[in-house]
Structure formats: structure tokens, C-alpha cells
């Protein structure tokens, strides 16, 4: 079975300063991570994807995440945050095969002026 | 490229009714997924259509069913609805069913069960 882990509800920073979003995950099998972004009543955007290549992954608006498989995290993280990230932020994890993707419970952005 | 599109943007329906709910895949994008966003139980994996079939279902009880036509769209259908059926219902779409392609997601349409 797989799970995903997003160790904080909310996270707030200041405009301009660096944003760490952590998230570990379980799964049986290797697996594809996802980083996706909700901004209120939307669906959701994908920002980034990790399938077994590089262990860096570099998205858009800024974001990357890294796949660190000993720690099984893959935290997000973007240098310089600006007033439009602020969102809900989902760390996915799905499995080859199954399809279903599994969510995390999210974490709520805020970017302080 | 137009995105995943979802109608009704929102529905309101009485305990007991039946609601449709529909998405137009992007194109090109043949699997088709429902999601339930449901306040305080986030984001749930419904259904997972491909070239017209179920492919995969969450645990959800039979009265949520849907199905997909031939060019790709398709339909979620909830029946009996109760008041814990309130959420959003987001559908995404994906490329091939093979390996792990994205999937792009729609605005939602959101369920309003009095």
C-alpha cells in the first residue's frame, strides 16, 4: 500500500524568502512522486513530477524537489516565494500500474507582505 | 491546447436525488479519473476509466458509478444522493495507460446536497 505524508498543515513565509514544503511517502513499489498546487476554488495544477530519473527535479514558477529515496522524502522547496504562491500544495504518490493517485492532506501556503 | 473541462460548475440537488456530473478529457488524453474533495478528507481516487472501460476503483459504494464514450468525455453519476456526497468532484485526464503520465486536472464541479 502507499501513503503520503505532508508534515505540515500550514506554512507561513515572508515575500522573498525561501519556502521548504516537506512531504515522505510510503509505498510498496517504485513509485512516481508528484508536487500539484490548488489555488482556492480551482483544480489542481501540476507543478512538478519525479519518475526515476534525475533525483532533482525542477518544475515551474521556481519550484523543485528532490527524491531522497534513504529518507523517503521528496520536499518542495522554491528560493524566493512570491505573494501568488500562496495555495494549497499536494505531494502525490502513485504506483505504476494502479493508476489511482494518493494524496496527501495538504499544506496551506501563506506569503506574508 | 484546452485544459480538462467539467459541467456543471456547480450542482445543488436534494438528499435521495441523482446527480450527472461530466468531463471533456484534454485532447489526445484517453484515461479519465474522478476524485472526491471532500472537507476534512481531502482528496479521494473514485474511478479511473480507459478506452471505455473501468480500469480501477476507490472505496466507494456502488451508488457512485459512471462510464466513458467513445470520444473519451465522460460521465459520474452518484444516485440516492446523501449529505456527506457535499464535495468537489474533480476530474483529470492522462495520455496513455501505460507507465506514469501526469494527469491534468479540471476546475471541479461542486456538489451541494440539501
Known amino acids: 500500500a502507499q501513503s503520503v505524508t505532508q508534515l505540515d498543515s500550514h506554512v507561513s513565509v515572508s515575500e522573498g524568502t525561501p519556502v521548504l514544503l516537506r512531504c515522505n511517502y510510503s509505498s510498496s513499489y517504485s513509485p512516481s512522486l508528484f508536487w500539484y498546487v490548488q489555488h482556492p476554488n480551482k483544480g489542481l495544477q501540476l507543478l512538478l513530477k519525479y519518475t526515476s530519473a534525475a533525483t532533482l527535479v525542477k518544475g515551474i514558477n521556481g519550484f523543485e524537489a528532490e527524491f531522497k529515496k534513504s529518507e523517503t522524502s521528496f520536499h518542495l522547496t522554491k528560493p524566493s516565494a512570491h505573494m501568488s504562491d500562496a495555495a494549497e500544495y499536494f505531494c502525490v504518490v502513485s504506483e505504476t500500474g494502479r493508476r489511482a493517485l494518493t494524496f496527501g492532506s495538504g499544506t496551506r501556503l501563506q506569503v506574508q507582505p | 491546447e484546452a485544459g480538462v473541462t467539467q459541467s456543471p460548475t456547480h450542482l445543488i440537488k436534494t438528499r435521495g436525488q441523482q446527480a450527472t456530473l461530466r468531463c471533456s478529457p484534454i485532447?489526445?488524453?484517453?484515461?479519465v479519473y474522478w476524485y472526491q474533495q471532500a472537507l476534512g478528507l481531502g482528496l479521494q481516487f473514485l474511478l479511473w476509466?480507459?478506452?471505455?472501460?473501468?480500469?480501477n476503483r476507490g472505496n466507494f459504494p456502488p451508488r457512485f458509478s459512471g462510464r466513458q464514450f467513445p470520444n473519451y468525455s465522460s460521465e459520474l453519476n452518484v444516485n440516492a444522493l446523501e449529505l456527506e456526497d457535499s464535495a468537489l468532484y474533480l476530474c483529470a485526464s492522462s495520455r496513455e495507460r501505460g507507465g506514469n503520465q501526469p494527469q491534468h486536472f479540471g476546475d471541479g464541479t461542486r456538489l451541494s446536497i440539501l
Open positions: 485532447s489526445g488524453h484517453t484515461s
Open positions: 476509466y480507459d478506452e471505455g472501460e473501468e480500469r
